[in-house]
């Protein structure tokens, strides 16, 4: 499923938070987005997922504005996880992953489908929670409450998930458990995954893609190997830095001092 920005134009107010961005997701692949502090990447984010309707600019899905979708239909070709959600009381696991069923159901029809129970099954097994299913949300660790999570927008069964800073929060296990998963669920079902990222090393071990915000536009898109060079560090973050290849061909990057 494609998904295209045009000329995104975004405001809060009187600031402007995006201008003139363009930028072209790759199907199937995961693309993080990076950028300094409050250089518009969750804004990207909530507007090529529909999220935001106050922009200027097009956001294309299939070729197709994506506000040209009614909420249910869209609901089912996009699933969006931002950066805090809040966990009803009292609620199980299992609960809360059936909750990403919403976008197929109705007034007139409530009850659970087989095809509602196999996604939550699904979901609970792509995000190693199965086992957790009869457990409150509120009792489970921080890395358990973001598979959670996870599982509960991958029941509704998107061709793009959306990521805001899935990690933040957690413990380096538990990061990169999550980021495992994220790895698993786009290498067995080649869904498109856009997420948000502050670790650059993890952004480069984990994404096929990085797009680069910065002073309101894209700044850059490319591999991680193309993007990731010192200058680029030097540009956007002012950051020194030793950049090499890692024992799995990847590339990581080494911060030495602040320019």
Same mark, same amino acid.
């Given at each position: 499923?494609?998904?295209?920005?045009?000329?995104?134009?975004?405001?809060?107010?009187?600031?402007?938070?995006?201008?003139?961005?363009?930028?072209?997701?790759?199907?199937?692949?995961?693309?993080?987005?990076?950028?300094?502090?409050?250089?518009?990447?969750?804004?990207?984010?909530?507007? =090529?997922?529909? $999220? &935001?309707?106050?922009? +200027?600019? @097009? #956001?294309?899905?299939?070729?197709?504005?994506?506000?040209?979708?009614?909420?249910?239909?869209?609901?089912?070709?996009?699933?969006?996880?931002?950066?805090?959600?809040?966990?009803?009381?009292?609620?199980?696991?299992?609960?809360?992953?059936?909750?990403?069923?919403?976008?197929?159901?109705?007034?007139?029809?409530?009850?659970?489908?087989?095809?509602?129970?196999?996604?939550?099954?699904?979901?609970?097994? =792509?995000?190693? $929670? &199965?086992?957790?299913? +009869?457990? @409150? #949300?509120?009792?489970?660790?921080?890395?358990?409450?973001?598979?959670?999570?996870?599982?509960?927008?991958?029941?509704?069964?998107?061709?793009?998930?959306?990521?805001?800073?899935?990690?933040?929060?957690?413990?380096?296990?538990?990061?990169?458990?999550?980021?495992?998963?994220?790895?698993?669920?786009?290498?067995?079902?080649?869904?498109?995954?856009?997420?948000?990222?502050?670790?650059?090393?993890?952004? =480069?071990?984990?994404?096929?893609?990085?797009?680069?915000?910065?002073?309101?536009?894209?700044?850059?898109?490319?591999?991680?190997?193309?993007?990731?060079?010192?200058?680029?560090?030097?540009?956007?973050?002012?950051?020194?830095?030793?950049?090499?290849?890692?024992?799995?061909?990847?590339?990581?990057?080494?911060?030495?001092?602040?320019?």
């Amino acid at each position: 499923m494609s998904l295209e920005v045009k000329g995104l134009y975004v405001t809060i107010g009187d600031k402007i938070i995006l201008e003139n961005a363009d930028v072209t997701f790759s199907d199937g692949k995961i693309t993080s987005v990076i950028g300094p502090n409050g250089a518009g990447k969750s804004t990207l984010l909530r507007a =090529a997922s529909g $999220i &935001n309707e106050k922009i +200027k600019g @097009q #956001v294309l899905l299939d070729g197709r504005d994506i506000h040209s979708y009614s909420r249910p239909s869209l609901a089912k070709k996009i699933a969006v996880l931002p950066q805090s959600s809040v966990t009803p009381s009292d609620i199980t696991v299992e609960q809360l992953v059936d909750y990403g069923r919403f976008p197929y159901r109705s007034w007139l029809k409530k009850s659970d489908s087989k095809e509602d129970r196999e996604a939550v099954e699904w979901a609970m097994e =792509a995000t190693r $929670i &199965n086992l957790l299913r +009869k457990r @409150q #949300v509120s009792s489970l660790s921080g890395g358990e409450r973001q598979r959670a999570w996870i599982a509960m927008a991958l029941a509704q069964k998107p061709e793009i998930l959306f990521l805001d800073e899935p990690t933040t929060y957690l413990d380096i296990a538990h990061q990169l458990e999550v980021l495992e998963i994220i790895r698993s669920i786009n290498k067995e079902w080649g869904m498109t995954i856009i997420m948000v990222m502050h670790d650059l090393n993890q952004a =480069a071990r984990y994404s096929h893609e990085l797009v680069v915000v910065k002073d309101k536009s894209i700044y850059q898109q490319g591999s991680p190997d193309k993007v990731l060079t010192k200058k680029f560090l030097a540009d956007v973050f002012r950051v020194r830095a030793e950049v090499f290849t890692g024992p799995d061909g990847g590339i990581i990057f080494n911060p030495v001092s602040v320019y």
